[in-house]
């Protein structure tokens, strides 16, 4: 997907102890503490300031948020020269440049003046508000309409970020789309000049008038976001954590490598995937073709220690040995399998994968190397795709069976694990995604066409859909993947339009919104710490759609901030 956006735009260690002690960690000393109150400048205090402390040496960032007096304090392990960012919806930021001392406590307040330049106002508006804005069609079924666009055009990059909102010629429009409907499978000329038209007219510079207003969560003044700079990676795609050794795994889908990140140093090491020696197959231009670079999209830690990823590029599926930091040879998918996607591992080892091309779901027994492809039942593919691309999987803790999304075919299905029958449901959403198991066995699936959650009792296929929060009338968000905190079953969802992250409390149906620290965040998947963090990567493409043009990993302690006093 990075080498279809470079086509078209051309252009965590095992933190077993409390927020206080990780932030000692990081240098190695006792931390220091960062306080202030920030205000309008006319005495008001701000309530949800994002306070975020940056050390460019290291690549750690750390943000708080302020509470209804405007107070904030950061207990931090950053030491030496560092750059205090402060920045709240539809005011200016304000950065200050400081000297933390371990051990040492720092005062820095802030007066923060409001926007007043539309452009201005423009530039911070996330994606969703520029993307919400263009004229879409009114009618759902419509092929223009606004849950089309958002599955077919939005959904391996957003539309409306900094890069994609660019105004370019029409030409220009035409020769994208043509790209993207290329990888859809669907170069229909009539839908191409009609979608590149949309986009000419809608990404023409003005700015939106639309004011989305976000409330902010009382959790939020609890929450220390961490963010550890990816300086040497292209696409990293899914990270998941190690327990033997706490450390998060990312693979990078287009560098193909496998990143190792160190929570409480910061640092990431980088180990290259060997190219395939299978014969490239296409012309790189749609999901069916196959490259000699491996491109590691997702990944599962196995009952043998080693890592499990699917090589979208190579059709393989690769092992990596933690141990040694070493890849084994992969195994290679027969024909006609297509593109291996999401992957998950069940309790007896047996690995489990999405096809997203093929339209097939693949069997792995990484002990005696038997692989078997499920071809899914046939199924009209919705929107502008010509195929309905299974993407998310996961397995049943009560009865063993592997559930999949078709994500352009707005399906549910589950296959027996020991006869292979497939049995199909109608999705309670609309562009189901990413879904994962809770510890009950209730299946969570994100809709990203519809900008809603859903949990559905496999046995019976019943389900409660929650829809997200919306800040503007109309303005959907587009939910990528869930995945569920193992100690509080709570539900994480990671969202592509809003730079937001949202977490959902089952017991009192509520969501708990998260901004963001970089504009432009496209988050992939969850995965957890020991100590309960929330940890995912933040990667859109291209790069410079976020800002500082920099992936990260980044992980949210929900609890790791004092309460003020």
Same mark, same amino acid.
């Given at each position: 997907?990075?080498?279809?956006?470079?086509?078209?735009?051309?252009?965590?260690? !095992?933190?077993?102890?409390?927020?206080?002690?990780?932030?000692?960690?990081?240098?190695?000393?006792?931390?220091?503490?960062?306080?202030?109150?920030?205000?309008?400048?006319?005495?008001?205090?701000?309530?949800?300031?994002?306070?975020?402390?940056?050390?460019?040496?290291?690549?750690?960032?750390?943000?708080?948020?302020?509470?209804?007096?405007?107070?904030?304090?950061?207990?931090?392990?950053? #030491?030496?020269?560092?750059?205090?960012?402060?920045?709240?919806?539809?005011?200016?930021?304000?950065?200050?440049?400081?000297?933390?001392?371990?051990? %040492?406590?720092?005062?820095?307040?802030?007066?923060?003046?409001?926007?007043?330049?539309?452009?201005?106002?423009?530039?911070? !508006?996330?994606?969703?508000?520029?993307?919400?804005?263009?004229?879409?069609?009114?009618?759902?079924?419509?092929?223009?309409?606004?849950?089309?666009?958002?599955?077919?055009?939005?959904?391996?990059?957003?539309?409306?970020?900094?890069?994609?909102?660019?105004?370019?010629?029409?030409?220009?429009?035409?020769?994208?789309?043509?790209?993207?409907?290329?990888?859809?499978?669907?170069?229909?000329?009539?839908?191409?000049?009609?979608?590149?038209?949309?986009?000419?007219?809608?990404?023409?510079?003005?700015?939106?008038?639309?004011?989305?207003?976000?409330?902010?969560?009382?959790? #939020?003044?609890?929450?220390?976001?961490?963010?550890?700079?990816?300086?040497?990676?292209?696409?990293?795609?899914?990270?998941?954590?190690?327990?033997?050794?706490?450390?998060?795994?990312?693979?990078?889908?287009?560098?193909?490598?496998?990143?190792?990140?160190?929570?409480?140093?910061?640092?990431?090491?980088?180990?290259?995937?060997?190219?395939?020696?299978?014969?490239?197959?296409?012309?790189?231009?749609?999901?069916?073709?196959?490259? %000699?670079?491996?491109?590691?999209?997702?990944?599962?830690?196995?009952?043998?220690?080693?890592?499990?990823?699917?090589?979208?590029?190579?059709?393989?599926?690769?092992?990596?040995?933690?141990?040694?930091?070493?890849?084994?040879?992969?195994?290679?998918?027969?024909?006609?399998?297509?593109?291996?996607?999401?992957?998950?591992?069940?309790?007896?080892?047996?690995?489990?994968?999405?096809?997203?091309?093929?339209?097939?779901?693949?069997?792995?027994?990484?002990?005696?190397?038997?692989?078997?492809?499920?071809?899914?039942?046939?199924?009209?593919?919705?929107?502008?795709?010509?195929?309905?691309?299974?993407?998310?999987?996961?397995?049943?803790?009560?009865?063993?069976?592997?559930?999949?999304?078709?994500?352009?075919?707005?399906?549910?299905?589950?296959?027996?694990?020991? #006869?292979?029958?497939?049995?199909?449901?109608?999705?309670?959403?609309?562009?189901?995604?990413?879904?994962?198991?809770?510890?009950?066995?209730?299946?969570?699936?994100?809709?990203?066409?519809?900008?809603?959650?859903?949990?559905?009792?496999?046995?019976?296929?019943?389900?409660?859909?929650?829809?997200?929060?919306?800040?503007?009338?109309?303005?959907?968000?587009?939910?990528?993947?869930?995945?569920?905190?193992?100690?509080?079953?709570?539900?994480?969802?990671?969202?592509?339009?809003?730079?937001?992250?949202?977490?959902? !409390?089952?017991?009192?149906?509520?969501?708990?919104?998260?901004?963001?620290?970089?504009?432009?965040?496209?988050?992939?998947?969850?995965?957890? #710490?020991?100590?309960?963090?929330?940890?995912?990567?933040?990667?859109?493409?291209?790069?410079?759609?976020?800002?500082?043009?920099?992936?990260?990993?980044?992980?949210?302690?929900?609890?790791?901030?004092?309460?003020?006093?």
């Amino acid at each position: 997907m990075k080498k279809l956006s470079l086509i078209i735009f051309m252009s965590l260690a !095992l933190v077993a102890c409390s927020a206080k002690e990780s932030s000692k960690s990081v240098q190695g000393v006792t931390p220091g503490l960062l306080t202030g109150v920030v205000n309008d400048g006319q005495s008001k205090p701000l309530n949800g300031v994002m306070v975020r402390v940056t050390n460019e040496t290291s690549g750690i960032s750390q943000s708080v948020f302020t509470d209804e007096q405007g107070r904030y304090e950061l207990s931090t392990g950053l #030491t030496g020269d560092v750059t205090v960012r402060f920045r709240l919806p539809y005011y200016r930021d304000e950065t200050s440049k400081l000297i933390l001392t371990a051990g %040492k406590s720092v005062e820095q307040k802030a007066v923060l003046k409001p926007m007043t330049d539309l452009a201005e106002i423009s530039e911070s !508006l996330p994606s969703a508000y520029h993307f919400g804005n263009l004229a879409f069609d009114k009618d759902p079924k419509s092929i223009n309409s606004y849950q089309h666009l958002q599955r077919d055009c939005a959904g391996c990059h957003a539309l409306g970020n900094s890069v994609t909102r660019a105004p370019r010629p029409l030409d220009q429009w035409v020769d994208i789309v043509t790209i993207m409907q290329s990888y859809l499978g669907n170069p229909d000329p009539k839908l191409i000049k009609s979608r590149a038209a949309l986009l000419y007219a809608g990404f023409n510079g003005q700015a939106p008038t639309v004011r989305p207003v976000f409330p902010v969560d009382a959790e #939020t003044q609890q929450a220390v976001i961490h963010e550890y700079r990816l300086e040497n990676t292209i696409f990293p795609h899914d990270a998941d954590i190690n327990p033997a050794d706490g450390l998060v795994y990312t693979v990078d889908r287009t560098a193909s490598q496998m990143a190792v990140t160190d929570l409480v140093s910061g640092k990431s090491v980088f180990f290259d995937q060997p190219p395939s020696m299978r014969p490239a197959v296409g012309k790189g231009d749609s999901y069916s073709a196959r490259s %000699k670079e491996p491109g590691p999209h997702s990944l599962a830690l196995g009952k043998n220690g080693y890592w499990y990823t699917t090589n979208a590029g190579s059709d393989e599926i690769g092992v990596f040995d933690p141990k040694t930091r070493t890849w084994k040879a992969s195994f290679v998918l027969p024909e006609p399998a297509r593109y291996p996607h999401t992957i998950r591992i069940g309790r007896d080892g047996i690995v489990w994968f999405t096809l997203a091309a093929s339209t097939q779901v693949g069997r792995l027994d990484p002990v005696s190397g038997d692989i078997k492809l499920i071809y899914l039942p046939k199924l009209k593919p919705l929107g502008g795709s010509a195929g309905t691309v299974p993407y998310g999987i996961d397995i049943s803790p009560v009865d063993g069976r592997i559930w999949y999304a078709r994500l352009w075919g707005d399906k549910l299905g589950a296959i027996d694990p020991t #006869t292979f029958a497939v049995t199909e449901f109608d999705s309670p959403v609309e562009g189901p995604r990413r879904l994962r198991f809770d510890a009950k066995g209730k299946l969570w699936v994100t809709g990203y066409n519809d900008g809603m959650i859903a949990k559905v009792d496999t046995q019976s296929m019943k389900s409660e859909v929650y829809p997200m929060p919306e800040f503007a009338a109309g303005y959907r968000p587009a939910p990528y993947a869930l995945a569920i905190h193992p100690a509080t079953q709570e539900v994480w969802i990671n969202e592509t339009l809003t730079d937001r992250v949202y977490r959902f !409390l089952p017991k009192e149906k509520r969501f708990i919104v998260y901004p963001m620290p970089l504009r432009g965040t496209f988050t992939r998947d969850f995965t957890f #710490t020991a100590s309960g963090w929330a940890c995912t990567t933040n990667s859109p493409i291209l790069n410079a759609a976020l800002e500082g043009n920099e992936t990260e990993v980044l992980c949210i302690d929900p609890s790791g901030a004092k309460a003020r006093k």
